[in-house]
């Protein structure tokens, strides 16, 4: 297995609240337990090393609709190994990873309340607008060595104005308090932009696919 991969599972189920990942041969299998999102399955290998026997076999034992695959390839391949009954998200993410180190505190723009808090191994911080309404957010949960860096958002009508940058430096800074070295994230384009501007880097591309009816059951 792909040890970024494994990292990324490790943080990202305490991250959501998800069932412990169960470990398959190829992967892990992991219960969300919610309408749309009942359990996925994400693959181990990334790029070439992941097969495309190796898709098809997980994904044909697959019937039942709002379970997900995971597979760190580009959607261009995966997309091929997959029929119509599953949707492939349009917008690819990407497996990205940081080294983390102190950091000067990022300033709060001017008007903007910062609040952090951690429960639950998480910690989650907020931004709010001065008229209190919701303007970014994310969360971090650490596992030792690594980090995972997740929910990043900002609100559109905040946008450029250096609040994702704010909430991804200070929740990193929160991951080397707690004694983390590596941050581990799966982006989406959007993000990528802010997380590479920080230093971040690609390491693989992903392929998000949702099981349910097939096509002609879905027109």
Not at 19 to 33: F, Y
Not at 90 to 117: I, N, Q, Y
Not at 136 to 155: F, K, L, M, S, Y
Request: glycine share 12%.
């Amino acid at each position: 297995m792909d040890g970024t991969v494994q990292a990324w599972v490790n943080g990202w189920v305490v991250s959501r609240g998800a069932a412990p990942p169960l470990a398959e041969p190829w992967g892990w299998t992991i219960d969300m337990g919610m309408y749309g999102h009942v359990t996925r399955h994400v693959f181990g290998a990334t790029g070439e090393s992941l097969d495309e026997t190796t898709v098809r076999k997980v994904a044909d034992g697959v019937t039942g609709q709002g379970v997900w695959l995971k597979a760190f390839r580009d959607p261009s391949v995966v997309s091929g190994w997959l029929d119509d009954s599953w949707w492939i998200d349009p917008e690819p993410g990407c497996l990205m990873t940081v080294p983390l180190k102190a950091d000067d505190a990022p300033a709060v723009p001017e008007g903007f309340r910062l609040r952090e808090w951690s429960r639950g191994g998480v910690t989650r911080l907020m931004v709010a607008a001065p008229d209190g309404s919701l303007a970014a957010r994310g969360q971090v949960t650490p596992t030792g060595e690594t980090a995972v860096v997740d929910q990043i958002e900002t609100a559109p009508e905040h946008r450029r104005k250096g609040l994702g940058s704010l909430v991804v430096r200070t929740l990193q800074n929160a991951a080397v308090r707690q004694g983390a070295r590596t941050g581990v994230l799966a982006g989406t384009p959007a993000g990528r932009g802010l997380y590479e501007a920080l230093g971040w880097e690609m390491v693989a591309p992903l392929t998000s696919a949702k099981h349910g009816p097939p096509a002609p059951a879905r027109a």
